[in-house]
């Protein structure tokens, strides 16, 4: 069994920050077969699109649009548990979207429920 969960999000205004955060939990048997975490969005109208990983490893890849205001970063919280956070920074209107964060174990994708960000002019 895999639980996803997301916290953070709300409304800010443009040029603002917010971070999420996501904890993934496990069986301690599993918790070492994650080898990606990552958020994904869907704004207004829109396909669901990739936003920022990090492997096991420590490898982080971003989308363009949030290269150098949005920091992904992952820890271990205890033998079952691992969280992974997002900052984002110099927030923009078009960043208004439900962010998803996902778990990679295994070569099978775990999701949470989705949470809200909102950027206001």
């Known amino acids: 069994q895999v639980h996803v969960a997301e916290t953070g999000g709300g409304l800010v205004q443009a040029g603002g920050s917010l971070k999420l955060s996501c904890e993934t939990s496990t069986s301690i048997f599993s918790i070492f077969r994650i080898n990606t975490m990552g958020w994904y969005r869907q704004g207004p109208g829109k396909q669901r699109e990739l936003v920022a990983t990090v492997t096991s490893e420590g490898t982080t890849t971003y989308r363009d649009s949030v290269k150098g205001r949005f920091t992904i970063s992952s820890i271990s919280r205890d033998n079952a548990k691992k969280m992974v956070s997002l900052q984002m920074n110099d927030l923009k209107l078009e960043d208004t979207a439900v962010y998803y964060c996902?778990?990679?174990?295994?070569?099978?994708?775990?999701w949470g429920q989705g949470t809200q960000v909102t950027v206001s002019s």
């Open positions: 996902y778990t990679r174990l295994a070569a099978k994708d775990h």
